[in-house]
């Protein structure tokens, strides 16, 4: 599987962004998809997931509201809609897809349960 994600950019605070993770080389039906992210000098941690078929989501107690993932079956895309970014939303923000995620109960919280990850696209919010 190839994820190739993009969308980042400079963006002031309160503003949004939409991020794009384009799968390649599967079919996700099985498949929960995550979206991660890494301040500079932190460590990466969780932000979002959906499970490709049930569409169950699950988000980061930071997210509060602000941030939606959905995803695209005919594009084989994910999103996560980014609103009002504060400068601590910036980060490296990664997709990455878990190939055996059964049917849709897991949080899928923990980056081992991730095969895959895509390259990563910046996101700098100026205050």
């Known amino acids: 599987v190839q994820l190739q994600a993009s969308g980042g950019g400079l963006v002031q605070a309160g503003g949004s962004l939409r991020l794009s993770c384009v799968a390649s080389g599967a079919t996700l039906t099985t498949y929960a998809m995550g979206w991660f992210r890494q301040a500079p000098g932190q460590e990466r941690e969780f932000v979002a997931s959906?499970?490709?078929?049930?569409?169950?989501?699950y988000y980061a107690g930071f997210v509060k509201g602000r941030f939606t993932i959905s995803r695209d079956k005919f594009k084989n895309t994910v999103y996560l809609q980014l609103n009002r970014l504060a400068p601590e939303d910036t980060a490296v923000y990664y997709c990455a897809a878990d190939p055996d995620s059964g049917y849709g109960l897991s949080t899928n919280e923990a980056e081992y349960e991730y095969d895959y990850w895509g390259q990563g696209t910046l996101v700098t919010v100026s205050s």
């Open positions: 959906i499970h490709w078929t049930a569409g169950s989501r």
